[in-house]
């Protein structure tokens, strides 16, 4: 079988399309040292629009509709993912968004398994926003793995033991901060595509794995032609699943998901068939 990798910034309790494609990935490489950018430009068919670029934004489902919760951090200038800090004013501001959870999810059928797991989240200090959002994705994923329930937070290590897991194609996670691939710099002519070609090269994959309606705008389909690396575009279609509120709200926060549906039936839903 080909190894597939695919490259993603740390995102904050990120939507199920990024798990998917976590899932449906050999290698999932995590980009915590590119630059950290709290709004991004989305090229849509009717033009570019601004939005939120989810490394510091999570939708959830509220009474009203969909919600963003928002990771407040430091401005300082062009720093990576990796160096940017989560900056809370008061220590009681660290359980914000906890709150906020709590609040819109307190009567979901899995709240009460989550709650404590969740709180420890937000209440410990992490560094870094790529530590926060790491940690918000390995809860995701010793969640859908069912990992037994600790008094500490899941790590890295606890993940990799687990794979490959028997319903997806996943083996290992890679920091790309801890790894020898050096990051893209466009002021010596080495841009995102001849980064993740090297990378593809490292790790001797023969696909990468992408996704998004714009990647004719930002990918140089050549480069990797002309390396040898094939590209495979995510086709994963998550099925509609019980939400409190009257209307289905699709790739929301795997925080939505995990609240109410069992982790059996989120990996049957976050499985990507025929690819």
């Known amino acids: 079988m080909k190894v597939r990798l695919t490259c993603y910034q740390p995102q904050f309790f990120p939507r199920l399309h990024y798990f998917a494609r976590i899932l449906n990935s050999d290698i999932f490489a995590v980009a915590d040292y590119v630059q950290f950018v709290q709004r991004h430009t989305y090229k849509?068919?009717?033009?570019?629009?601004?939005?939120?670029?989810?490394?510091?934004?999570?939708?959830?489902?509220?009474?009203?509709?969909?919600?963003?919760?928002?990771?407040?951090?430091?401005?300082?200038?062009?720093?990576?993912?990796?160096?940017?800090?989560?900056?809370?004013?008061?220590?009681?501001?660290?359980?914000?968004?906890?709150?906020?959870?709590?609040?819109?999810?307190?009567?979901?059928?899995?709240?009460?398994?989550?709650?404590?797991?969740?709180?420890?989240?937000?209440?410990?200090?992490?560094?870094?926003?790529?530590?926060?959002?790491?940690?918000?994705?390995?809860?995701?994923?010793?969640?859908?793995?069912?990992?037994?329930?600790?008094?500490?937070?899941?790590?890295?290590?606890?993940?990799?033991?687990?794979?490959?897991?028997?319903?997806?194609?996943?083996?290992?996670?890679?920091?790309?901060?801890?790894?020898?691939?050096?990051?893209?710099?466009?002021?010596?002519?080495?841009?995102?595509?001849?980064?993740l070609v090297d990378a593809c090269r490292a790790y001797a994959v023969d696909e990468y794995y992408f996704g998004g309606t714009g990647a004719e705008s930002y990918m140089d389909f050549a480069k990797f032609e002309n390396a040898g690396i094939a590209l495979v575009q995510q086709e994963w279609c998550g099925t509609p699943y019980a939400q409190r509120w009257g209307t289905f709200l699709p790739n929301l926060s795997i925080l939505d998901l995990l609240m109410n549906v069992p982790p059996v039936e989120a990996r049957e839903i976050l499985r990507t068939k025929g690819q």
Request: charged share 30%; aromatic share 8%.
């Open 44 to 195: 849509r068919p009717e033009g570019s629009v601004r939005g939120p670029s989810y490394q510091a934004h999570a939708p959830i489902k509220a009474k009203d509709g969909m919600l963003l919760l928002t990771l407040p951090t430091k401005h300082d200038g062009r720093l990576p993912i990796h160096q940017t800090k989560p900056v809370f004013q008061k220590p009681q501001e660290r359980l914000r968004n906890f709150r906020i959870i709590e609040q819109n999810y307190y009567q979901a059928p899995n709240y009460k398994r989550h709650a404590t797991a969740l709180e420890e989240i937000f209440r410990t200090p992490h560094e870094t926003v790529a530590d926060f959002n790491l940690a918000s994705i390995l809860w995701g994923l010793s969640v859908l793995f069912e990992l037994p329930e600790k008094t500490r937070l899941a790590v890295l290590d606890d993940i990799q033991r687990e794979l490959p897991h028997s319903d997806f194609r996943l083996k290992k996670i890679i920091l790309f901060s801890k790894s020898h691939v050096a990051p893209p710099d466009k002021g010596r002519g080495r841009d995102a595509n001849d980064w």
